[in-house]
Nanobody, 115 residues
Framework: QVQLVESGGGLVQAGGSLRLSCAAS????????MGWYRQAPGKQREWVATLTSRGSTFYADSVKGRFTISGDNAKNTVYLQMSSLKPEDTAVYSC?????????WGQGTQVTVSS
C-alpha cells in the first residue's frame, strides 16, 4: 500500500504560480506512474499530468505549457509546478500512485485561483 500526502495548495490570483507536492511512502522508482488529477465543484475528476518511473511526462491539453510535473527520488516526492494560473484551474488537486497492486490516492489539496 502506498500512502500519499499532498501539500502546497492555496489561494492565488490569476496569472500567479503555485507548486504542489506529493510525498509518497514508497520510493518513486518502485512506482510505475505518479499522476496529478483535479476535481472542480460539480465536475468529474480530470486527469492533469503523469510522470512515469522512466521519467516520461504527459499533460492534459488544458495545462500543457503551463504546468510541469517532476519528481525528487531522494525525497520520494512528486511536484506539480503550476504557472499562468486561471480561474478555471480552481479545484481540489490529488495525486495518485499506480503500482502493480492497484492505484492509491492522496487526500487532495485545494487550489483556488481568483480573477
Amino acid at each position: 500500500q502506498v500512502q500519499l500526502v499532498e501539500s502546497g495548495g492555496g489561494l492565488v490570483q490569476a496569472g500567479g504560480s503555485l507548486r504542489l507536492s506529493c510525498a509518497a511512502s514508497e520510493r518513486l522508482v518502485s512506482i510505475n506512474t505518479m499522476g496529478w488529477y483535479r476535481q472542480a465543484p460539480g465536475k468529474q475528476r480530470e486527469w492533469v499530468a503523469t510522470l512515469t518511473s522512466r521519467g516520461s511526462t504527459f499533460y492534459a491539453d488544458s495545462v500543457k505549457g503551463r504546468f510541469t510535473i517532476s519528481g525528487d527520488n531522494a525525497k520520494n516526492t512528486v511536484y506539480l509546478q503550476m504557472s499562468s494560473l486561471k480561474p478555471e484551474d480552481t479545484a481540489v488537486y490529488s495525486c495518485a500512485a499506480g503500482v502493480m497492486s492497484g492505484q492509491y490516492w492522496g487526500q487532495g489539496t485545494q487550489v483556488t485561483v481568483s480573477s
